[in-house]
């Protein structure tokens, strides 16, 4: 569901994700040349069924999106909008490395209203032995993701 008239009381809401609801945009942006994944009706993942759900949509259109360019691409995440209980963090945080090493040939994030979310991003990423590539800009954000997929080559399949 695309149009805001039209949203779930779950997008509305930022209450976690229910079967059937879409909650995250992924899209090309040719002008970036990098993949913009985004919440734009609000998510709160706050158990692990919510990150499940949650995975199976990302998974989907980065799947999708994966065919369309052959190969590995930067993304970009905004992370506004999303919230992240503690109680979910540790799934969100495997499952946000499991889409970066399968999809990403670069992957940052960034935040224009800073919130819990980039502090628990942060420490799941810490801890888990991974960078949390979390900036306060869309500008920087694409910048690191273009960085990584130069460093890593530009597309691994």
């Not at 992957?107 to 991974?130: D, H, K, S």
Request: aromatic fraction near 8%; charged fraction near 25%; glycine fraction near 10%.
């Amino acid at each position: 569901m695309s149009q805001r008239s039209f949203l779930p009381e779950n997008a509305r809401s930022g209450a976690p994700t229910r079967e059937g609801s879409e909650v995250l945009l992924v899209r090309w942006d040719e002008p970036l040349g990098v993949a913009l994944i985004s919440h734009p009706w609000g998510l709160t993942l706050g158990s692990p069924e919510d990150v499940e759900a949650w995975r199976v949509e990302v998974f989907a259109k980065l799947e999708s999106l994966e065919k369309t360019r052959a190969g590995r691409f930067p993304i970009v995440v905004c992370v506004d909008g999303l919230m992240i209980r503690p109680s979910a963090a540790k799934e969100y945080g495997k499952v946000a490395r499991s889409y970066s090493e399968r999809f990403a040939s670069g992957l940052a994030r960034f935040t224009l209203r800073p919130n819990g979310v980039g502090q628990i991003i942060t420490v799941v990423a810490m801890t888990e032995g991974y960078r949390a590539n979390l900036f306060t800009s869309r500008r920087a954000a694409v910048a690191e993701a273009l960085s990584q997929h130069g460093r890593n080559g530009r597309s691994k399949g």
